[in-house]
């Protein structure tokens, strides 16, 4: 009988004070500041492709991502900044080159004008390392290869990096 009258009793107390006051369990969410709360992400999350050989890592954006236009966008891998494009062939995926040496599990950050807007760990499991061959490597620039020149599996497809 006492817990039934504690839950009406504190009920009514509820009630009393709740005049338009939010709850303590509401009181983060009012308080976070207006602008990040409306940060979309740009990534969708996940890998489509990764070769560590060719040095490329292919991160599909997602759908409702904002537009980069007038954005600054700068993506960290393992906390290390890394150059980023999105793909001339198929502008659903962002490329980016792996840095030589790059360990996994990767930390993935991605900031849009300084703010995080992505913030994931990829293990590795579908990279694969092709071994860059005179035809991949014919330019004598040693450059890693920019994102257009990087294979972008079928959305539709099973890829899983093995052949």
């Given at each position: 009988?006492?817990?039934a009258?504690?839950g009406?009793?504190?009920?009514?107390v509820?009630?009393?004070?709740?005049?338009?006051?939010?709850?303590?369990?509401?009181?983060?969410?009012?308080?976070?500041?207006?602008?990040?709360?409306?940060?979309?992400?740009?990534?969708?999350?996940?890998?489509?492709?990764?070769d560590?050989?060719?040095?490329?890592?292919?991160?599909?954006?997602?759908?409702?991502?904002p537009?980069?236009?007038?954005?600054?966008?700068?993506?960290?891998?393992?906390?290390?900044?890394?150059k980023?494009?999105?793909?001339?062939?198929?502008?659903?995926?962002?490329?980016c080159?792996?840095?030589?040496?790059t360990?996994?599990?990767?930390?993935?950050s991605?900031?849009?004008d300084?703010?995080?807007?992505?913030?994931?760990?990829?293990?590795?499991?579908?990279?694969?390392?092709?071994?860059p061959?005179?035809?991949?490597?014919?330019?004598?620039s040693?450059?890693?290869?920019?994102?257009?020149?990087?294979?972008?599996?079928?959305p539709?497809?099973?890829?899983?990096?093995?052949?």
């Open positions: 009988m006492l817990p009258s504690n009406a009793q504190s009920a009514e509820v009630e009393a004070t709740s005049t338009n006051t939010p709850l303590p369990t509401d009181t983060p969410t009012a308080t976070a500041p207006p602008a990040e709360t409306n940060l979309l992400p740009y990534l969708a999350g996940g890998v489509n492709t990764c560590t050989g060719l040095q490329f890592i292919n991160f599909p954006i997602d759908p409702s991502a537009a980069l236009a007038g954005r600054n966008l700068s993506v960290s891998l393992n906390g290390n900044p890394v980023c494009e999105v793909a001339s062939n198929n502008s659903s995926v962002l490329s080159t792996l840095l030589k040496g360990v996994f599990p990767l930390t993935v991605v900031k849009l300084d703010a995080e807007v992505n913030h994931f760990t990829f293990d590795g499991a579908i990279c694969i390392e092709t071994v061959t005179a035809e991949t490597s014919n330019d004598n040693n450059t890693s290869p920019a994102a257009t020149e990087t294979p972008v599996p079928d539709n497809s099973n890829f899983n990096g093995s052949p």
